[in-house]
């Protein structure tokens, strides 16, 4: 499966809570922003409890590989500081994000926010 995604195809993924699904994907995009530190991803989560335990997993994650260059993670929802928003938008390599925020911010914002169309 990882090559699968590796080298651009699409996958789904459908198993129980708890089996693995987040490593299929968190995988191949560790691995591209490893290979240049400019990418950027954003993981969209029902709710904002999920982003949360979701970040909690992916730092387990980097500081068990303690990649280079350093990968960094950044929760952006109604609860992000709007300080911590820019430096966010601006240095994460992995926003994870919920769809309200996707639809106040981010896509209201896109030219500004480095999304142009």
């Given at each position: 499966?990882?090559?699968?995604?590796?080298?651009?195809?699409?996958?789904?993924?459908?198993?129980?809570?708890?089996?693995?699904?987040?490593?299929?994907?968190?995988?191949?995009?560790?691995?591209?922003?490893?290979?240049?530190?400019?990418?950027?991803?954003?993981?969209?989560?029902?709710?904002?409890?999920?982003?949360?335990?979701?970040?909690?997993?992916?730092?387990k994650?980097?500081?068990?590989?303690?990649?280079?260059?350093?990968?960094?993670?950044?929760?952006?929802d109604?609860?992000?500081?709007?300080?911590?928003?820019?430096?966010?938008?601006?240095?994460?390599?992995?926003?994870?994000?919920?769809?309200?925020?996707?639809?106040?911010?981010?896509?209201?914002?896109?030219?500004?926010?480095?999304?142009?169309?």
């Amino acid at each position: 499966m990882f090559s699968d995604v590796d080298n651009g195809k699409n996958v789904i993924i459908t198993t129980g809570t708890s089996s693995g699904k987040s490593l299929a994907f968190y995988l191949p995009v560790l691995q591209r922003i490893i290979e240049d530190s400019r990418v950027r991803a954003l993981f969209i989560y029902p709710t904002k409890a999920l982003a949360q335990d979701q970040k909690a997993n992916l730092e387990k994650i980097l500081l068990a590989v303690k990649c280079s260059p350093e990968i960094t993670v950044g929760v952006y929802d109604g609860d992000t500081p709007p300080s911590e928003r820019k430096k966010i938008r601006e240095h994460a390599n992995i926003i994870l994000t919920n769809p309200d925020m996707l639809n106040v911010s981010f896509l209201p914002n896109h030219n500004r926010h480095g999304f142009q169309g």
